[in-house]
């Protein structure tokens, strides 16, 4: 039987075993509240591997790995720098936005300040950064699927689309959470069987497995810095993106209200750090393996956008069957992974932009999810298979930093904040992000982009905050919305208040 064979088997048997847990765990979904958070019911231990089911996707299984055999040294800063970003979130708010005690991180931004502008403007900003990170997923879904099925890369997205629209329609969060938990296991296992299989190749030789990896070959030298960023400036801007963007991505911090209060959400945050450690060790030294056996097919994996690698390394280890499990399980994991950020996306559609009313709000956000899946589709196509997918999602981490984490934090911690400053920091973070990454390297069509900076926070960061001081300073006759309240039940939890002010 040969590997296109036993991968579209494998496909077929994973497509088809996660849509039957979807819909079980979906018929759960009967409220609101269970379809965007589950009820508030996931255990700390499983919500950690979902959120690691989120976080190394299939664009961080793929995507890293094509990445560090690509450029070699610079690939590390994006493999280290989101298990770094989960240190501030776990110290600062992950405990504080679960005492809200809301579904969505929109719902607490808008807590202090009751206003539908800025409802709207985050839920944009929600969309652009879920789109991004779409975009990447379905990127490697479709040259995965390619590289299958051998159909035409067009064919294999709207493939994917189909099959990630039926996911989320099916189960909501509930539905969501028990495939990423699934495929979270799944993507650590296939970096553990792809690290022993280097292993047994080298004969447990893993110095000179490096030391072949780091040889420079083809002009290219892995350990020099500046194959990829190319200036310092480069190198921080990313850095910034990386460090703080975790805590703006909507789809992510979602998470942190599907546990059952503030304690909860912070051993799930810990538990999350453990993991995400392991699943980059063993990331980074795949890639080292890769560097070391594959480069004489540099410019072949390159036209993929490096995207192909790993599943080009598990064939030459271990043959047809290993290819095809590996790239059956990388394409289910895509799948699970964007089946989380359609749940963010229609929540922001639905509950921000386009309020329903109360019965109907989940029927509602079952077909806001098919736009969203035909929209994502469409542009996946037009961009075409050559974007590495990690490059992708870091330009999604440098929107969350630039627009919605300056609004979070003082929104969190400053008295005078306002509603103007608010709703001028998120449009002025986020339209900075997203001009200068569109006339940045990653995704300007020629070869000389006008900015040099492959993601914009440096820039962008900086005037999303300036936007919010000086929306505040112009408007200091504006009410700085219920900051007392905001303070005691983000401390003490949701019910705190009402507590104090009958003591009184």
């Known amino acids: 039987m040969s590997g296109r064979t036993i991968a579209l088997l494998l496909f077929a048997a994973l497509v088809l075993a996660g849509l039957i847990l979807t819909y079980l765990a979906g018929r759960r979904s009967r409220t609101a509240g269970e379809f965007w958070a589950a009820g508030g019911g996931i255990s700390p231990t499983r919500n950690a591997i979902a959120t690691l ?6 664009s961080a299984l793929l995507g890293g790995i094509g990445l560090m055999f690509l450029v070699g040294y610079d690939s590390l800063l994006y493999l280290v720098l989101p298990l770094l970003a989960w240190i501030p979130v776990m110290l600062l708010v992950a405990e504080r936005l679960r005492n809200l005690g809301e579904y969505t ?52 997205v709207v493939v994917t689309g189909v099959i990630m629209v039926a ?15 699934v495929k979270a296991v799944l993507l650590i296992g296939v970096l553990a069987g792809l690290t022993v299989l280097l292993l047994v190749r080298f004969g447990g030789d893993v110095g000179g497995m490096v030391a072949r990896a780091v040889a420079p070959a083809g002009g290219l030298d892995p350990l020099r810095p500046g194959n990829l960023l190319k200036d310092p400036w480069d190198l921080l801007s990313v850095a910034l993106a990386g460090t703080l963007g975790v805590a703006g991505l909507p789809h992510v911090m979602m998470r942190i209200f599907t546990v059952r209060d503030a304690v909860h959400a912070r051993r799930s945050v810990t538990v999350t750090v453990a993991l995400l450690t392991v699943a980059t060790v063993l990331i980074a030294f795949v890639g080292l393996g890769a560097s070391a056996l594959l480069r004489n097919e540099t410019k072949e994996l390159a036209a993929s956008g490096g995207n192909l690698v790993a599943p080009r390394l598990a064939e ?16 289910a994991t895509v799948l699970a992974v964007v089946a989380g950020l359609l749940v963010n996306a229609s929540s922001a559609v639905v509950r921000d ?48 930093a630039s627009a919605n984490v300056p609004v979070l934090l003082f929104t969190l911690t400053w008295r005078r904040f306002t509603t103007t400053g608010a709703i001028t920091g998120v449009l002025t973070g986020l339209t900075a992000a997203v001009v200068l990454m569109l006339l ?25 905050v300036l936007g919010c001081v000086v929306g505040t300073v112009l408007s200091r006759r504006a009410p700085a919305g219920d900051f007392a309240a905001i303070q005691i039940e983000s ?3 949701r019910g705190a208040r009402a507590t104090a002010e009958s003591a009184r």
């Open 440 to 464: 940045g390297p990653t995704l300007w069509p020629g070869e000389h982009p006008p900015i040099s900076l492959s993601a914009p926070t440096l820039i962008a960061l900086p005037l999303g």
């Open 105 to 156: 991180l929109t719902d607490v931004l808008v807590r202090r300040f009751r206003s539908g502008s800025l409802r709207t403007v985050l839920a944009v900003s929600t969309l652009a950064i879920s789109g991004l990170y779409l975009l990447a997923q379905v990127v490697v879904a479709g040259n995965l699927f390619t590289l299958l099925s051998g159909t035409g890369y067009p064919v294999a």
């Open 316 to 331: 030459l280890l271990g043959g047809a069957p290993t290819l095809g499990i590996v790239s059956a399980i990388a394409f």
């Open 53 to 58: 089911g989120d976080l190394m996707s299939g």
């Open 353 to 400: 932009i386009w309020p329903s009313r109360a019965g109907d709000e989940v029927r509602r956000a079952k077909r806001t999810t098919v736009a969203i899946g035909v929209v994502v589709v469409v542009v996946a196509i037009a961009l075409g298979p050559t974007f590495n997918a990690t490059l992708l999602v870091t330009l999604a981490f440098a929107v969350a």
């Open 491 to 493: 401390e003490l939890g």
């Open 167 to 181: 996911y989320v329609g099916l189960g909501g969060m509930h539905g969501a959470t028990v495939i990423q938990v």
